[in-house]
Antibody, heavy 112, light 109 residues
Framework: EVQLEESGGGLVQPGGSLRLSCAAS????????MSWVRQAPGKGLEWVAN????????YYVESVKGRFTISRDNAKNSQYLQMNSLRVEDTAVYYC?????WGQGTLVTVSS | QSALTQPASVSGSPGQSITISCTGI?????????VSWYQQYPGKAPKLMIY???NRPSGVSNRFSGSKSGNTASLTISGLQAEDEADYYC?????????FGGGTKLTVL
């Protein structure tokens, strides 16, 4: 059974940092691209970032370039999203996504 | 990376069929076979209902079907049931990034 479990969300002040983690199981993690997608409260879905199997390629939505960094550790079947210089508009539930399977999400709230 | 266009809301009575459209451009919906549809209940994670335009994952009812013509993809739900009331999102994968539709709220009257 595929499982994606996010962690690391919480309340942070504008300009602060958070690191999200996603622990994956039930598939060969090292063989697939992984993604992060977010959903602001009451809003639609927004793709945030992708990472290739070996981490050699990474892509970001324009609004987070230079502030967010996606990474992965295939030995730990995990991916991460380092979020720096957080803004109020980054407030959202962040989902770890693999091939159409979504984790339960972790809420990031950016507020003073 | 512009969002795909979906109607904000659609409605139908139990037993009827409805179709939700999803319009993109030639560099996303029109250019790739990687169109997916997701169902989302309030407070829950999205659930994959259709992938690669018209394929259903195991366990998804055959009342759900997908198609594509040019730059527009469509999700059809036949034999509407009360449990189908939810938000539906389309997405297109372009080999580099995903783009999502704004979502459609389906109301079962």
């Amino acid at each position: 059974e595929v499982q994606l479990e996010e962690s690391g969300g919480g309340l942070v002040q504008p300009g602060g940092s958070l690191r999200l983690s996603c622990a994956a199981s039930g598939f060969t993690f090292s063989s697939y691209w992984m993604s992060w997608v977010r959903q602001a409260p009451g809003k639609g879905l927004e793709w945030v970032a992708n990472i290739k199997q070996d981490g050699s390629e990474k892509y970001y939505v324009e609004s987070v370039k230079g502030r967010f960094t996606i990474s992965r550790d295939n030995a730990k079947n995990s991916q991460y999203l380092q979020m720096n210089s957080l803004r109020v508009e980054d407030t959202a539930v962040y989902y770890c996504v693999w091939e159409g399977f979504w984790g339960q999400g972790t809420l990031v709230t950016v507020s003073s | 990376q512009s969002a795909l266009t979906q109607p904000a809301s659609v409605s139908g009575s139990p037993g009827q069929s409805i179709t939700i459209s999803c319009t993109g451009i030639s560099s996303d919906v029109g250019g790739y076979k990687y169109v997916s549809w997701y169902q989302q209940y309030p407070g829950k994670a999205p659930k994959l209902m259709i992938y690669d335009v018209s394929n259903r994952p195991s366990g998804v009812s055959n009342r759900f079907s997908g198609s594509k013509s040019g730059n527009t993809a469509s999700l059809t739900i036949s034999g509407l049931q009360a449990e189908d009331e939810a938000d539906y999102y389309c997405s297109s994968y372009t080999n580099i990034y995903w783009v999502f539709g704004g979502g459609t709220k389906l109301t079962v009257l």
